[in-house]
């Protein structure tokens, strides 16, 4: 049981530092849209 939930965390890790990572690209590019004006209002 303890290998079977450490191999499912092991595998889930990689997504989870990709969601991650996609999420702060986002983050950064609308607020250096914002900072620098050419963010556009929906």
Same mark, same amino acid.
């Given at each position: 049981?303890? &290998?079977?939930?450490?191999? #499912? &965390?092991? *595998? *889930? @890790?990689? %997504?989870?530092?990709?969601?991650?990572?996609?999420? $702060?690209? $986002?983050?950064? %590019? #609308?607020?250096? @849209?914002?900072?620098?004006?050419?963010?556009? %209002? *929906?």
């Amino acid at each position: 049981m303890v &290998f079977k939930e450490s191999s #499912y &965390f092991q *595998a *889930a @890790l990689p %997504n989870v530092q990709a969601i991650t990572t996609s999420t $702060c690209s $986002c983050i950064t %590019n #609308y607020l250096s @849209l914002t900072y620098t004006g050419e963010g556009r %209002n *929906a």
